[in-house]
């Protein structure tokens, strides 16, 4: 039992160790990759509030602008329509 205990107490103290330089080699990567990185411009030379910024223009489109009202000027006559569409009484009773 004490030899299992030693084992596993090895066994967690190498992956400490490959923890710990797996932590130390990314931190490495990220500090030397952060060199690439492009420089930002500076906040002062793009002020929205300089008279000559540029600025896109604005349109207006209305939501509504493809509708038509589809309502009749006048109700159609409804007993005419009523009787297209009714079934024909059956002539053999």
Do not use: H
């Not at 009202?69 to 009714?86: E, I, K, Q, Y």
């Amino acid at each position: 039992m004490f030899t299992l205990s030693g084992a596993k107490s090895a066994a967690s103290a190498v992956d400490r160790r490959y923890f710990r330089l797996n932590r130390l080699l990314l931190a490495l990567a990220a500090l030397s990759l952060s060199g690439c990185m492009p420089a930002t411009t500076p906040i002062a030379s793009a002020d929205p509030a300089a008279p000559a910024a540029k600025v896109a223009r604005i349109g207006y489109r209305s939501t509504i602008a493809p509708y038509t009202s589809l309502r009749p000027a006048t109700p159609a006559p409804w007993r005419g329509r009523n009787d297209a569409v009714t079934p024909q009484p059956k002539q053999d009773r």
